[in-house]
C-alpha cells in the first residue's frame, strides 16, 4: 500500500498501481481515452494530465500524465489545478478538430466514452472553422460497422485486437496524425474477439453491426443481469431489449469470469430469440396434421388429461434449460423416469470431470485466475472454439511471462508497451495437445497433433514423469516419449502449472489422463489448477442432479415400457442418429416438447408449449467451475405482445404437475423453484446463495432494468390502445420493468443489469461498480461455487491398453465457435460468419479412399462436403465440424462414400 496526497486529501491507495488506476479506484475522475484497465498504459492521448509535486514544498510542480505515473508512497497531486484542467480540455479540443459532430445520428450516442469526457473536461465551444478530415470506411463483416471519420487514434483497438486479443488482421496505417485503423484490404475481422472493439472503441469507430439494423439508443433499452447461454463458461451479460425484441448483448463486468470481454458468439448469436418462427402460443397437432393453437387452461387440461392416462411418462431434460426446470420435470415424471438428455458417453464424461474437480487434489480456478498460471497443459481441448472467452484466459496467462521479466528489473505491469518490447516472443510454457490448428497456437511451445488414444497416452506419461508412482504408458515412440519429458519439467518448473481438459473427444481416457497430471502435480506440493470445459450452459449443473442418459430413455420408448414423453428445451435429433431418435418417438402416444425454438423434435409433438428463452426467463446456470450463476428475464413477452402465450419451462411443468394430479395449480414464483430444487438435490443446495431472492431492496427501491432517461414508457403500446397498463409486475426477482428504482453504484450490490454513473454513460461506468478499477464488484462477484475439492488426491487411474487403430475411420467431432452450438447457430450473423464445412483427412487417408482435397465425400445420413487434407492430421480419423452432422458422434466408426461426391 501507498499514501499519496490528491488535491489536499491523502488516501490509502495499491502502489502497484499508475496514478490514474490509483484515483479512478478512489472514485475521483480523471478523464482518460488510451489507458484500459485491462491492457494497461501507453500515453498515448494525453487527456489524464495532472500537477505532481516534488515533495509537501514544491509549489510549483508539473503537468504528467497520470497514467503513466506510479502511485508511489508520499506521491501528490492535484487533480484541479487550473493549468491541467486547461491542459485537458485543449487535448480534447486538438481530438474534435477533425471528429464529426454527429452525435444525434452516431450509434454511440449516449454510450459513447468521448461524450463523457468532453462534458468532463468541459469543452463546449468549437474554434475550428474549416473542412475536416474524411476518410473511406471499410466492410469488417457482419459483426462489426465501421466509421473511421469518429476516430481520436487512441490506439485502443490495435492494442485489445493484435496483443490482448493475438488477431492479425487489423492494424494502424500511417503516421502522425494521418492513420488509419483497419485492415490491408476490407472483408470480415478474422479474430472470434473481434466485437470486443464496440466496447473498446471510446467513440463510434467499431459499432455493432447486428444492433444497426433495429437501432435503439441505451437509455431506450430494458436491460437485465444476464449468463450467456452459449457455452459452459458462463459469461456475465447485459441483454437490451425494446418493443419485445433483444436488441444488443453487452459485457456485465464480473471479476472473476469474464472481466471486460466476451466473446464473439456470447455477443452476437442472440438472434434466434427474435426468429419470427417462433412457437409463441401453444400448439397441438393431432394425427400429424397441421397444428392448432390452443389456449393456457385448454393445453394444461389436454396434457394433464393425457399424462393421467398414460402407463408411464418419460421426461428428458436439456443441459441448455435452467436447474430449476429440469427439477419441475423431475418432479413431473419422477426420478425412476428423468433422462437428463444427455448422450451416455457425454454424460458419462460429465461424471468424471465433477469427480475429477473434487478429488484430483487440484482446485479448479476461476477464469480470471488462469492468467495467474505460469505453465499451462491443454490434454484434448481447442479452448477457444470450445469455450470461446476461456481461449482468451490461457493467451493472458502464456503473455503473462512479460509481467515476470518486467518485475525482475523493476518494471510495473501496466506500462505496457514496455513489457511488450522486454518481453517480444517469449511466453510461459503452454502445450497443447490437439489433432488440428489451434488460435492458441501461436503464444503455445508446442503443438502435437494425437488422435484422442495418443492424447490420453501422452498425459498419463507425463504424470508418470512428474511422480513415479502414476503409472506410465506402456509403448510410446520415441517422439511421444521427449514430448512427455518436454511438458513434465516445464510443469515441474512451474510456480502455478495449470491442466486443462474437457468433453470435446468424448474420451474418458484423457480426463482419466488429465487427472493423473493433476493428482500428480498435487502430490508434488503444486499450487496449480485443473479445468475441464463442458460442452453446454447448464452441463455441469444437470449433471450435479443425476439422472439417465438420453438413450436410456430411447431405449425405453422404442421397447414399448413407456408410452408418453415430455422433452424439456432439447432437440434429441442434435443428440442422437435420427433412426434411433424416430423409432423411439413413433412408439409414444403422446409426445408433450417445451422449447422456444422449432426443432426436429418439436415437428414430432402433439403438444407444444411456447417456453421462454434467456431473454423471457429467471433460472439458474452451473458453469464449467461449478459456479451457479442467476439469470433475470429481461422483458415480459405478453406486455407488448399479449398475443403471445411465452411462459418459463419451469412454470409450465409446475402447472403440469398440478393437472396431472387432478389438482388446480398454485402460484409458484422463482424463489420457490430455486428452494425446492435446492432441497430436493444435496449437491445443489448452494444454489440459493447464486444470487438476492425477490425481497431484496436497496433503500426500500427494486432495482430499475431500466436507465434513467428511458423515454415513452407512457406510450409502449399506444399503437395497440390509447389507455395504457401498468407497467409489469415482476414476482420473481428484485428488478422492476421500469426505470422506477435504484440505478445507483454507491450501494454497493451484485446484480448490475447495466452500467451507468453520473458523467459515465459507456462501458467505462464499470469502474465505478467496482472495489478498484479491473477488481471486483463492490457487492461481491455474482455467483456461488457448488464443486469444492475435498481432502486427498485420490486414487491414480491406470491407461488402458493401447489399441491398434481399425481399419475404418472414425469420427472426431471438433468443437467450432460459429455453427457449432445449436441455438447460436440460428442468428444470421453468425449464420453469415460460419465458414465452409470440410472433412478432414490425413493424406494417407485420402489415397485410400480415392480423393483429395476439393473433392466431396457423403457420411452418415446423406451429407456430402468436400474433403480437406492435412499434413499432421493423424491417421484413421476423420475431423467433422459441429453441427454438421449431429448424428455422428464421437469415435464413430464411419463408411464414407464418394459415389455422391466428386471433383468440386
Known amino acids: 500500500?501507498?499514501?499519496?496526497?490528491?488535491?489536499?486529501?491523502?488516501?490509502?491507495?495499491?502502489?502497484?498501481?499508475?496514478?490514474?488506476?490509483?484515483?479512478?479506484?478512489?472514485?475521483?475522475?480523471?478523464?482518460?481515452?488510451?489507458?484500459?484497465?485491462?491492457?494497461?498504459?501507453?500515453?498515448?492521448?494525453?487527456?489524464?494530465?495532472?500537477?505532481?509535486?516534488?515533495?509537501?514544498?514544491?509549489?510549483?510542480?508539473?503537468?504528467?500524465?497520470?497514467?503513466?505515473?506510479?502511485?508511489?508512497?508520499?506521491?501528490?497531486?492535484?487533480?484541479?489545478?487550473?493549468?491541467?484542467?486547461?491542459?485537458?480540455?485543449?487535448?480534447?479540443?486538438?481530438?474534435?478538430?477533425?471528429?464529426?459532430?454527429?452525435?444525434?445520428?452516431?450509434?454511440?450516442?449516449?454510450?459513447?466514452?468521448?461524450?463523457?469526457?468532453?462534458?468532463?473536461?468541459?469543452?463546449?465551444?468549437?474554434?475550428?472553422?474549416?473542412?475536416?478530415?474524411?476518410?473511406?470506411?471499410?466492410?469488417?463483416?457482419?459483426?462489426?460497422?465501421?466509421?473511421?471519420?469518429?476516430?481520436?487514434?487512441?490506439?485502443?483497438?490495435?492494442?485489445?485486437?493484435?496483443?490482448?486479443?493475438?488477431?492479425?488482421?487489423?492494424?494502424?496505417?500511417?503516421?502522425?496524425?494521418?492513420?488509419?485503423?483497419?485492415?490491408?484490404?476490407?472483408?470480415?475481422?478474422?479474430?472470434?474477439?473481434?466485437?470486443?472493439?464496440?466496447?473498446?472503441?471510446?467513440?463510434?469507430?467499431?459499432?455493432?453491426?447486428?444492433?444497426?439494423?433495429?437501432?435503439?439508443?441505451?437509455?431506450?433499452?430494458?436491460?437485465?443481469?444476464?449468463?450467456c447461454h452459449q457455452c459452459s463458461l458462463g459469461c456475465n451479460i447485459s441483454p437490451g431489449e425494446r418493443y419485445g425484441e433483444i436488441r444488443r448483448i453487452e459485457n456485465r463486468y464480473h471479476g472473476e469470469v469474464n472481466g471486460y470481454f466476451l466473446c464473439d458468439r456470447g455477443r452476437f448469436g442472440y438472434g434466434y430469440v427474435n426468429r419470427s418462427d417462433r412457437p409463441t402460443v401453444p400448439e397441438y397437432r393431432e394425427a400429424r396434421g397441421e397444428p392448432v393453437t390452443l389456449e393456457v387452461d385448454t393445453a394444461l387440461n389436454r396434457i394433464g388429461d393425457a399424462l393421467r392416462h398414460a402407463r408411464r411418462v418419460i421426461g428428458i431434460g436439456s443441459p441448455r434449460a435452467s436447474l430449476e426446470s429440469n427439477h419441475q420435470l423431475l418432479e413431473l415424471v419422477g426420478q425412476d423416469n428423468f433422462s437428463t438428455g444427455i448422450e451416455a458417453r457425454e454424460q458419462a464424461c460429465l461424471n468424471l470431470m465433477n469427480h475429477l474437480q473434487r478429488h484430483v487434489g487440484l482446485p479448479t480456478p476461476a477464469p480470471r485466475e488462469i492468467e495467474e498460471h505460469d505453465a499451462m497443459l491443454v490434454l484434448g481441448e481447442d479452448p477457444v472454439q470450445s469455450a470461446g472467452r476461456l481461449g482468451l484466459n490461457l493467451r493472458q496467462a502464456a503473455l503473462a511471462r512479460a509481467e515476470a521479466l518486467g518485475a525482475s528489473i523493476g518494471i510495473p505491469q501496466w506500462n505496457a508497451e514496455a513489457l511488450k518490447t522486454l518481453a517480444q516472443d517469449r511466453y510461459h510454457p503452454l502445450f497443447i495437445a490437439w489433432p488440428a490448428p489451434t488460435d492458441l497456437d501461436e503464444v503455445a511451445e508446442a503443438r502435437y497433433a494425437m488422435d484422442p488414444e495418443r492424447i490420453a497416452r501422452l498425459g498419463f506419461a507425463v504424470a508418470h514423469r512428474i511422480d513415479p508412482a502414476s503409472p506410465n504408458a506402456e509403448g510410446l515412440s520415441v517422439e511421444d516419449e521427449q514430448a512427455a519429458d518436454r511438458i513434465a519439467e516445464a510443469l515441474m518448473k512451474a510456480e502455478r502449472p495449470l491442466v486443462v481438459s474437457g468433453g470435446s473427444l468424448a474420451s474418458e481416457a484423457v480426463l482419466e489422463a488429465a487427472g493423473n497430471v493433476a493428482r500428480a502435480l498435487s502430490r508434488r506440493a503444486k499450487r496449480g489448477g485443473l479445468v475441464l470445459i463442458r460442452r453446454e450452459a447448464n452441463s455441469t449443473g444437470l449433471s450435479l442432479m443425476g439422472g439417465q442418459p438420453l438413450d436410456w430413455a430411447l431405449d425405453e420408448l422404442a421397447q414399448g415400457n413407456a408410452d408418453a414423453v415430455v422433452v424439456l428445451e432439447n432437440d434429441l435429433y442434435q443428440r442422437l442418429p435420427s433412426g434411433r431418435v424416430d423409432s423411439a418417438l413413433a412408439r409414444a402416444d403422446i409426445r408433450i416438447v417445451l422449447d422456444h425454438q422449432r426443432t426436429a423434435t418439436t415437428k414430432h409433438a402433439d403438444f407444444l408449449l411456447s417456453a421462454g428463452s434467456f431473454a423471457e426467463s429467471d433460472g439458474t446456470l452451473v458453469n464449467l467451475e461449478g459456479r451457479a450463476q442467476r439469470f433475470f428475464q429481461v422483458y415480459d413477452p405478453l406486455y407488448l405482445r399479449p398475443e403471445t402465450r411465452i411462459h418459463e419451462s419451469w412454470r409450465w411443468l409446475h402447472a403440469l404437475s398440478a393437472n396431472r394430479q387432478g389438482e388446480t395449480a398454485g402460484d409458484i414464483n422463482l424463489d420457490a423453484a430455486v428452494r425446492a430444487c435446492a432441497e430436493a438435490h444435496p449437491a445443489l443446495a448452494g444454489m440459493s446463495g447464486a444470487a438476492p431472492d425477490s425481497g431484496f431492496r436497496i433503500d426500500g427501491l427494486r432495482l430499475a432494468r431500466e436507465p434513467h432517461r428511458y423515454s415513452g414508457r407512457t406510450s409502449m403500446r399506444a399503437n395497440q390502445n390509447v389507455s395504457e397498463p401498468r407497467t409489469p409486475q415482476d414476482p420473481d426477482s428484485a428488478f422492476a420493468h421500469s426505470m422506477e428504482g435504484y440505478s445507483g453504484f454507491h450501494e454497493a450490490r451484485q446484480q448490475v443489469p447495466f452500467a451507468w454513473a453520473p458523467g459515465w454513460n459507456s462501458p467505462q461506468a464499470w469502474n465505478k461498480f467496482t472495489d478498484e478499477v479491473g477488481g471486483h464488484l463492490r457487492g461481491g462477484d455474482p455467483g456461488v461455487r457448488l464443486i469444492e475439492p475435498v481432502p486427498g488426491q485420490g486414487r491414480y487411474s491406470q491407461p488402458g491398453d493401447y489399441v491398434e487403430a481399425p481399419e475404418a475411420l472414425r469420427a472426431l467431432i471438433l468443437p467450432r465457435l460459429f455453427g457449432g452450438e445449436e441455438t447460436s447457430s440460428r442468428a444470421a450473423p453468425i449464420q453469415e460468419r460460419t465458414e465452409q464445412a470440410f472433412l478432414t483427412l490425413s493424406p494417407q487417408d485420402a489415397r485410400r479412399l480415392g480423393v483429395k482435397t476439393g473433392d466431396s465425400l457423403t457420411i452418415a445420413e446423406g451429407l456430402s462436403l468436400p474433403v480437406q487434407e492435412m499434413e499432421s492430421w493423424p491417421e484413421g480419423w476423420m475431423g467433422i465440424p459441429a453441427g454438421v452432422t449431429p448424428g455422428v458422434l464421437p469415435g464413430d466408426s464411419l463408411a464414407p462414400d464418394r459415389s455422391a461426391g466428386g471433383a468440386s
Open 1 to 227: 500500500m501507498a499514501t499519496i496526497h490528491v488535491d489536499g486529501q491523502s488516501y490509502e491507495v495499491n502502489g502497484a498501481n499508475n496514478l490514474l488506476q490509483a484515483c479512478l479506484s478512489l472514485g475521483l475522475d480523471i478523464p482518460y481515452f488510451c489507458w484500459h484497465p485491462a491492457m494497461g498504459s501507453v500515453g498515448a492521448c494525453r487527456q489524464c494530465a495532472v500537477r505532481q509535486y516534488k515533495d509537501k514544498d514544491d509549489d510549483k510542480g508539473m503537468l504528467v500524465m497520470s497514467c503513466m505515473t506510479p502511485a508511489a508512497d508520499q506521491t501528490r497531486i492535484d487533480i484541479e489545478d487550473e493549468e491541467a484542467k486547461d491542459f485537458r480540455a485543449s487535448v480534447v479540443e486538438w481530438l474534435m478538430i477533425n471528429h464529426p459532430h454527429d452525435c444525434p445520428v452516431c450509434e454511440e450516442g449516449g454510450h459513447c466514452h468521448l461524450q463523457d469526457m468532453t462534458v468532463m473536461t468541459a469543452h463546449d465551444r468549437r474554434r475550428y472553422r474549416f473542412r475536416k478530415r474524411t476518410r473511406r470506411n471499410q466492410y469488417l463483416g457482419p459483426f462489426i460497422a465501421h466509421e473511421m471519420n469518429r476516430c481520436i487514434t487512441c490506439y485502443r483497438c490495435t492494442r485489445f485486437y493484435n496483443d490482448y486479443a493475438g488477431g492479425t488482421d487489423l492494424g494502424a496505417f500511417g503516421a502522425k496524425d494521418n492513420v488509419y485503423f483497419g485492415r490491408y484490404q476490407e472483408g470480415t475481422l478474422e479474430s472470434p474477439f473481434a466485437g470486443n472493439l464496440t466496447e473498446v472503441c471510446p467513440t463510434g469507430v467499431f459499432t455493432d453491426q447486428s444492433h444497426s439494423e433495429r437501432y435503439t439508443r441505451k437509455w431506450d433499452m430494458q436491460f437485465s443481469s444476464g449468463i
